[in-house]
């Protein structure tokens, strides 16, 4: 153990870091139960665009645990990788489910804007297309998804219902779905208010129990052998990836990669105190490829995009410094695929409830947006609020940088507006227009 101590010591820097192989163990736990959730709900979002569950489930795990190994070895930070919670729902519900296309072409989407990732991690373009979207469009994109995500959870739950005349009302909330979803929801709440890292599993598993002994869920068990990958491994189709319908698509799982991964690895290697005199993230490229090569990785597997995980910033609390936290975490991951049928077993309800307490983590960002400066604002929140009630993310990301553009040039304030920003708003409008 000595040996294998200072071998670890020497590789992950651990000495020079400030830390233990003890305290990186814990932190990979603590960081693995902060996300583990998403080992239930991405195959229960990605089984509504017609995957199915069990093959799902496997390629989230193995996904999981390829990205978190290889932040681990290559970038040496202490950040968990997995499918983003984002990603997925416009995976389903915008792509397949709102726009027609097909989970195949999807994934072939999918795994196109992680190339495209790849070469912008590999090439300047990376700084310049990070540090020239507008502070106040990306934090109104993540508002945004959290709002989608809301409406989706409360959709699924049945708190809210369609109605002809005012196009959603209130559902019957003394039913058991919409009931459980919402105690759930308090109960994850209540628990991370506390402290509790694991609240999100925790909930989903009180819920689930609820269901499991009032009869109102099936459970079909707790361990097993892994589920067969073949129903989505090597599924992606890549030629209806190339259709010029597809161009949004891929624009959009590849800025919201690009920036969610980018604000992720600022603010927990921030945290942790990574970062350089200047404030800049060492091995930065490192950390981007290891983020970009998942999300390609993961739609050969079989799942929607690969992201870096915000929670990691629970196992920096927990003393996490290297990226042998996140090498635990990805052992943990591959652990995972023992457990499959109590996965399976998780009621739609219980998930809401998951997705319902990270929405409104996502909301949060609109506490930062510039108010006072409306050519800021507004599009932000505009941006904000069209993803949930065009029930797209990719239409909403295109109207609030449309909005942007617009907004700046009216104000006489045309040399605020980075030429990336200029660019998008025209690839979008050219897509509203003749798409």
Same mark, same amino acid.
């Given at each position: ?89 416009? /995976? ?11 989970? $195949? ?5 999918? /795994? ?7 070469? %912008? ?24 998804? @959290? ?7 409360? *959709? ?5 219902? $369609? ?12 039913? /058991? ?23 999100? %599993? ?13 009869? $109102? ?49 600022? @603010? ?17 490229? *490192? ?14 597997? @079989? ?16 003393? @996490? ?42 909301? $949060? ?65 050219? *897509?509203?227009?003749?798409?």
């Amino acid at each position: 153990m000595p040996a294998m101590q200072k071998s670890l010591d020497e590789y992950f820097g651990l000495t020079e870091h400030g830390t233990t192989v003890s305290r990186e163990a814990l932190a990979g736990v603590t960081t693995f139960l902060a996300m583990a959730y998403i080992t239930v709900v991405n195959p229960l979002i990605l089984s509504d665009a017609g995957m199915d569950f069990g093959a799902v489930f496997v390629a989230t795990c193995v996904a999981a645990a390829i990205g978190s190994l290889v932040m681990g070895l290559i970038a040496n930070y202490p950040i968990g990788l997995a499918p983003g919670m984002g990603q997925n729902a416009f /995976f389903t519900y915008a792509v397949v489910v709102g726009s027609g296309h097909t989970w $195949q072409a999807a994934l072939g989407a999918v /795994f196109l804007s992680g190339i495209l990732f790849i070469l %912008i991690s590999l090439l300047p373009i990376r700084a310049w297309l990070i540090n020239s979207i507008p502070r106040n469009l990306k934090l109104g994109m993540a508002a945004g998804i @959290g709002f989608f995500l809301a409406f989706i959870a409360m *959709k699924n739950a049945g708190i809210v219902v $369609q109605n002809p005349a005012t196009f959603v009302s209130l559902g019957g909330l003394i039913e /058991f779905a919409p009931l459980m979803a919402l105690v759930g929801f308090f109960a994850i709440t209540a628990m991370t208010a506390r402290g509790n890292r694991s609240a999100v %599993i925790v909930g989903i598993l009180l819920v689930s129990a609820v269901g499991w002994l009032t009869g $109102q869920a099936e459970f079909v068990g707790v361990v097993s052998a892994p589920p067969s990958a073949a129903p989505v491994f090597l599924q992606l189709d890549i030629a209806a990836a190339l259709d010029i319908s597809m161009l949004s698509v891929i624009l959009t799982l590849l800025l919201v990669d690009v920036f969610d991964t980018a604000g992720t690895l600022v @603010g927990v290697a921030t945290r942790a105190k990574l970062v350089d005199e200047s404030g800049n993230l060492p091995r930065l490229g *490192k950390a981007l490829l290891a983020d970009s090569g998942a999300t390609a990785v993961g739609a050969l597997m @079989g799942t929607s995009s690969i992201t870096s995980y915000i929670e990691s910033a629970a196992g920096v609390e927990s003393g @996490g410094r290297t990226g042998l936290a996140s090498v635990v975490i990805g052992l943990l991951f591959l652990l995972c695929l023992l457990l499959a049928p109590l996965a399976q077993s998780i009621p739609g309800y219980a998930a809401a409830a998951a997705l319902l307490f990270v929405s409104a983590s996502m909301a $949060q960002s609109l506490v930062d947006i510039d108010w006072p400066d409306l050519t800021e604002s507004t599009p932000a929140l505009i941006t904000a609020i069209m993803m949930p009630l065009s029930f797209s993310v990719a239409d909403g990301i295109g109207i609030g940088f449309i909005s942007y553009v617009a907004i700046k040039l009216l104000a006489g304030r045309h040399s605020e507006v980075p030429a990336a920003v200029f660019v998008v708003a025209l690839v979008f409008a050219g *897509k509203f227009a003749f798409l």
